[in-house]
């Protein structure tokens, strides 16, 4: 897109990411903050940025928080907010940094499902989590690191079950049939 030409590099290359923890312009409006996301991240302009806005609000369910200032959202809508910022540079891959953190269990499966609705339209989600059970819902693929090592890769439960992965997390006199 001729758009995208003045765009970081990464998102020419189709890669946004979010942010562990969210910070959004607090005294815009949350389109006005998507709409940052298309033109300056996105390289959007005019009317494609916004409708890359309206379609990044109306994935992630807050077109209807649209007008209320960013500083007023609650955690859950502004970790999806956050993700709102970089869907709307239209990326066929996702980096997202603890996206989950810090949300109650209640909070949990919408921002799941979110994940997994835009997993299944084909962008490519990469997910650094320590909310291990949010994850694995998720993901196709799991690994497991420790001190930048990798223990295990592979089949979500499969590196759940890893001895390795087992006693380096859990120690060496867990027994995994607790864990069931």
Known sequence: DITKERAPSRTRAGIARSFQI?????????????????????????QVGYEAAIRALETTG???????????LR?????????????????????LDEIAGGLTEKELPPLVDLIRGLRD???????????????????????????GRVLAIGEPHEVMRSPEVIEVYL??????????
């Not at 120690?171 to 069931?180: K, L, Q, R, V």
């Open 22 to 46: 969210p910070r959004p312009f607090v005294d815009m409006t949350v389109f006005e903050n998507v709409y940052v996301g298309a033109t300056f991240g996105g390289g959007f302009h005019g």
């Open 62 to 72: 807050l077109m209807h928080l649209s007008e209320k200032p960013a500083g007023q």
């Open 121 to 147: 339209s084909g962008v490519t989600v990469v997910w650094i989590e320590h909310i291990v059970h949010a994850l694995t819902s998720v993901v196709d693929e799991l690994m497991c690191l420790a001190l």
């Open 75 to 95: 955690l859950l809508d502004r970790k999806r907010l956050e993700l709102a910022r970089a869907l709307a540079t239209n990326p066929r891959l996702i980096l």
């Open 171 to 180: 120690g060496s006199t867990f027994d995994i049939g607790e864990a069931s």
